[in-house]
């Protein structure tokens, strides 16, 4: 199959590409430095000759309230409609776990993205993440003031990036489900506590306080607020295993 990964350079993007070419995939990585924009258009109509499926796994370059939501509504709209034009038969996306029912400005714009995928008329299916475990230190340092980070002491269920191009490969390779697929990683905790264990790994002196009043990238947040309700494919890495990995990694 002919397969465009939007983002194909980024963190999820990177792992993605490569898996899909060994499963013997003519497969295009596309980002802004190979001259595919979705933001200005540049080079999009180009780069669905001939698609069968495109997954968007871009990301905003800002998280700040208004430019991400411009930024996932601009290149959904963008990506959509050049999909459409050239008939490519499956759109998959990777959104967060939650999103709808946990409010920040990062998550609205994420429901804005997903609500254009759904009216889009493109057949699709959208695979939530729980936060990928590779987001942990920037959490912390979100969270940081003085040398205490303070958060939530809420469910938390983080997942490796390397499982996310796994399940997102699947998704790839599957029919397209016109809905939602949720994915998570297998370990279930206080989210302070998983944040506390991988600081004190990495060496990190940061204390790691669990605040019921500190939110989550300025939104409130309850006990399952950031862990999928029903039912969900689980990674295998835990958060031990995945910092025994990345140390081998370096
Ligand atoms: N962080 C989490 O915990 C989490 C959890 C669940 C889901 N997600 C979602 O996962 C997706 C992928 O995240 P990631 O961390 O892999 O992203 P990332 O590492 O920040 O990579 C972003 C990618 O988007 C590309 N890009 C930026 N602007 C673009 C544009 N105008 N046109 C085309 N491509 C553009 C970048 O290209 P260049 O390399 O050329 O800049 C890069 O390849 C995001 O949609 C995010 O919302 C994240």
């Known amino acids: 199959m002919k397969i465009v990964v939007i983002g194909g350079t980024g963190l999820i993007g990177s792992k993605t590409v490569p898996i899909l070419r060994q499963a ?13 924009n979705t933001i200005t258009g540049e080079g999009l109509q180009q780069a669905m000759a001939g698609v069968q499926v495109v997954i968007d796994l871009a990301n905003s370059p800002s ?65 939530r993440a729980t936060q990928f475990m590779e987001f942990l230190r920037g959490i912390a340092d979100s969270s940081t003031a003085g040398n205490t980070v303070r958060l939530p002491p809420v469910l938390f269920q ?54 019921p009043e500190a939110g989550y990238w300025g939104g409130r947040v309850d006990e399952s607020s950031l862990v999928p309700l029903g039912e969900a494919r689980l990674g295998r890495i835990g958060l031990d295993e995945w910092l025994r990995r990345s140390r081998q990694a370096v």
């Open 24 to 36: 013997g995939h003519d497969v295009v990585a596309a980002s802004p430095k190979s001259g595919v």
């Open 63 to 127: 998280f700040e309230d208004k430019a991400v939501l411009e930024f996932f509504e601009t290149s959904g709209r963008n990506l959509l409609a050049a999909e459409a034009a050239a008939g490519v038969g499956h759109h998959v996306a990777l959104s967060i776990v939650a999103i709808d029912r946990t409010d920040n400005g990062y998550f609205r714009a994420k429901v804005a993205q997903e609500r254009l995928i759904k009216a889009s008329g493109v057949p699709y299916t959208i695979v």
């Open 158 to 211: 983080p997942i490796a990036a390397d499982e996310v191009a796994t399940f997102v490969s699947e998704a790839a390779l599957a029919a397209p489900r016109n809905g939602v697929v949720e994915i998570a990683g297998p370990e279930r905790a206080l989210f302070n506590e998983i944040v506390a264990r991988y600081l004190k790994a990495v060496g990190d002196a940061r204390q790691v306080v669990g605040d």
